[in-house]
Antibody
Framework: EIQLVASGGGLVQPGTSLRLSCEASRFTFDDFAMHWARQAPGKDLEWVSGLTGYNGEEGYADSVKGRFTISRDNAKKSLYLQMNSLRPEDTALYYC?????????????WGQGTMVTVSS | IQMTQSPFTLSASAGDRVTITCRASQSIRRTLAWYQKKPGKAPKLLIYEASRLGSGVPSRFSGSGSGTEFTLTVSSLQPDDFAAYYCQQYESYPWTFGQGTKVEF
């Protein structure tokens, strides 16, 4: 069974930074597209960022563009989300996911979330 | 690309046939997925490529549409189907979800 384990969440003050990690197990990590999504308490799902495997193309939601950076380390089978200039509205449960290719480009596996709280 | 779902909430009973609609602000061909989301749990892929059933997903779920209009249908609602449902386009970055439909009993 493919597993994704997200970590790195916590309570931080507005304007600070945080880096989320997502470690994959039991599959060949290279070349798969990886994504982050989030859900704020009582709010809707929001796609945050994606990193296409074969060409390294990055994508960001307008709400995080310029503040968040997605990256990966294939050797460590890990995906990262560097979050800078955090705002209270970034408070959410963050999920990592990947597109295995079995479902076209759709994300077919999501890990459990890691909670980020931005508050003074 | 903006994704607009309707209705926002849907009240139904077990055994009902329910349909959720998703509209894209521009053509996305068939690059559309449907997810089921329960509080505190990871999203579950139900449908991809607008109409293809995800792995292990019960056949009571079905999807249709192309271009800008899409639907998710549950043929006979089960108690475990109480959840929120989201469409998502993956035609181009930034990917976007619809605002969700909450199915209530």
């Amino acid at each position: 069974e493919i597993q994704l384990v997200a970590s790195g969440g916590g309570l931080v003050q507005p304007g600070t930074s945080l880096r989320l990690s997502c470690e994959a197990s039991r599959f060949t990590f290279d070349d798969f597209a990886m994504h982050w999504a989030r859900q704020a308490p009582g709010k809707d799902l929001e796609w945050v960022s994606g990193l296409t495997g074969y060409n390294g193309e990055e994508g960001y939601a307008d709400s995080v563009k310029g503040r968040f950076t997605i990256s990966r380390d294939n050797a460590k089978k890990s995906l990262y989300l560097q979050m800078n200039s955090l705002r209270p509205e970034d408070t959410a449960l963050y999920y990592c996911g990947f597109s295995s290719g079995a479902s076209a480009w759709a994300v077919d596996v999501w890990g459990q979330g890691t909670m980020v709280t931005v508050s003074s | 690309i903006q994704m607009t779902q309707s209705p926002f909430t849907l009240s139904a009973s077990a055994g009902d046939r329910v349909t959720i609609t998703c509209r894209a602000s521009q053509s996305i061909r068939r690059t559309l997925a449907w997810y089921q989301k329960k509080p505190g749990k990871a999203p579950k892929l139900l449908i991809y490529e607008a109409s293809r059933l995800g792995s292990g997903v019960p056949s009571r779920f079905s999807g249709s549409g192309s271009g800008t209009e899409f639907t998710l249908t549950v043929s006979s609602l089960q108690p475990d189907d109480f959840a929120a449902y989201y469409c998502q386009q993956y035609e181009s970055y930034p990917w976007t979800f619809g605002q969700g439909t909450k199915v209530e009993f």
